[in-house]
């Protein structure tokens, strides 16, 4: 019983968590660039060094407050360390489509969330099945692929959607 | 079972039934006033010129 | 039809002379076959054995789905289209799909939520094909906020037809969430390859409301990026003779 309820808090915590990140990381996106897809590749990678590397160590950190155990810390931690790489692509195509708008901050909500909605959901499943002692490959395999196809592909498109978006 | 009268179920199938109809109305219309709005601008452009 | 063709209809006045000398025939076809339809799935089709007459929506939720996604795929298409021959025209159809497409996946939501609150006791669950039609009409909403936000046409156009572009990604994984994982939805019913796992008496009206559903849509969106051609186009010559 008292297993089934920290269980329960831990998993919601878990998608609080990641809900938290994806908003700072939008803030922080909103800034005005100009580059081409080279750059923009480097400056999304040196966007994720300085915020979401910290909150990948960090977690580990809280992870224990909530009496998570070793092995799943690292999975916690590899789950955030996939997902925030793609967010943070995903995050950047849409701070480059909405530029020049006013008051981006809802229509960056609106085309963002579907999008990364199925990482959320794989991720928490992912530390989910990692806790609860079941396979975490499935999840894993999938957000792995995500990452590597925002990776290749969200710098290009990021590029186009800045290019239309500076006409 | 007569169709007007499934017990429980009667609510939720006429709900259905109505407000999909109801979609299907708003669409067409909408997309008729707008014509409709577009037609009338350019004919008074025209009349202005 | 060749590439000729195409190009012929591609350009304003003459998609607009096509698409509403079109227009008619689809809509009163459409109509005629959603009410024959309906009329057929409410009244002539035999009540379904384990759920009783309440299965009668699907005859309005499937086509709604159904027409949801094929309305992106179409949107997604004449996105396309409009980026890769910068074509006004395709980008009229894809922005008149929007509403549409948005209008028959929240219906799909809604009857779906009817049929799942006395079916299966909850209104909704966050299961696979749920949650991804649900993703659906977060990209129409997206779609449609963004091209309404940007004020130049010509950056609004393609802006938005790169957010339906990626979007396309959410329809097979709503398509096959039912295979996929273990959902609360049930799995099709209609497939290419099999036949059928529904009786001919209950198959014959929904293929018919889908149908009709679709030329329906045609209709829709021929008077709608007719208007929005008009509208486009309001300056040049051909548009003064209307």
């Known amino acids: 019983m008292m297993f089934s309820s920290f269980f329960a808090s831990l998993l919601s915590m878990q998608n609080m968590f990641k809900a938290d990140f994806q908003n700072g990381t939008i803030e922080q996106l909103l800034l005005s660039k100009k580059s081409f897809v080279g750059l923009i590749f480097t400056k999304t990678l040196a966007f994720w060094l300085f915020t979401s590397l910290p909150l990948i160590l960090v977690s580990g950190l809280i992870a224990t407050i909530y009496f998570v155990t070793g092995k799943d810390i690292l999975i916690i931690q590899m789950t955030l360390f996939l997902s925030t790489m793609t967010m943070i692509n995903i995050n950047a195509f849409t701070a480059a489509i909405t530029l020049g708008i006013r008051y981006p901050g809802a229509l960056m909500t609106l085309i963002i969330t579907p999008i990364t909605l199925p990482i959320l959901i794989f991720g928490s499943k992912a530390i989910e099945n990692s806790i609860l002692g079941l396979d975490i490959s499935g999840p894993l395999y999938f957000l792995t692929g995500m990452m590597m196809l925002s990776l290749f592909l969200g710098p290009w498109i990021t590029a186009s959607a800045l290019k239309i978006s500076m006409d | 079972m007569s169709i007007f009268d499934m017990g429980e179920y009667n609510f939720y199938v006429w709900t259905s039934v109505f407000i999909s109809s109801l979609a299907l109305f708003l669409a067409y219309y909408d997309a008729l006033r707008k014509h409709k709005d577009v037609v009338e601008m350019i004919k008074n452009r025209n009349q202005t010129e | ?242």
Not at chain 3, 9 to 21: D, E, H, I, K, L
Not at chain 3, 63 to 68: G, R
Not at chain 3, 85 to 101: D, E, H, L, T, Y
Request: charged share 15%.
């Open chain 3, 1 to 242: 039809m060749g590439l000729k063709a195409i190009y012929k209809y591609g350009s304003p006045p003459n998609f607009y002379r096509f698409v509403t000398r079109l227009e008619p025939w689809c809509l009163y076809f459409g109509l005629l076959l959603i009410l024959i339809g309906s009329a057929g799935g409410l009244f002539i089709a035999p009540e379904d054995y384990q759920m009783g007459d309440a299965f009668r929506i699907i005859y309005f939720h499937v086509p709604s789905a159904y027409l949801s996604m094929s309305a992106y795929a179409a949107m997604g298409f004449a996105s396309i289209i409009g980026i890769v021959w910068r074509s006004n025209v395709a980008f009229s159809v894809a922005k008149s799909i929007a509403p549409f497409g948005a209008l028959m996946t929240t219906i799909a939501l809604l009857t779906g939520m009817l049929w799942g609150k006395p079916m299966w006791g909850t209104a909704w669950v966050w299961d696979a094909r749920l949650t991804s039609e649900f993703i659906l009409l977060l990209l129409y909403l997206g779609y449609i906020t963004l091209h309404a936000s940007i004020r130049e046409q010509k950056k609004a156009d393609r802006s938005a037809s790169l957010v339906a572009i990626l979007g396309i990604i959410n329809l097979p994984i709503i398509h096959y969430s039912v295979v996929w994982w273990n959902t609360l939805h049930q799995a099709s019913t209609i497939s290419k390859l099999d036949s059928p796992s529904i009786v001919g008496e209950m198959l014959w009206p929904l293929l018919v409301m889908i149908t009709g559903y679709m030329f329906f849509f045609v209709a829709v969106i021929c008077r709608a990026s007719s208007a929005e051609v008009l509208k486009r186009e309001k300056r040049s010559n051909w548009v003064k003779e209307i």
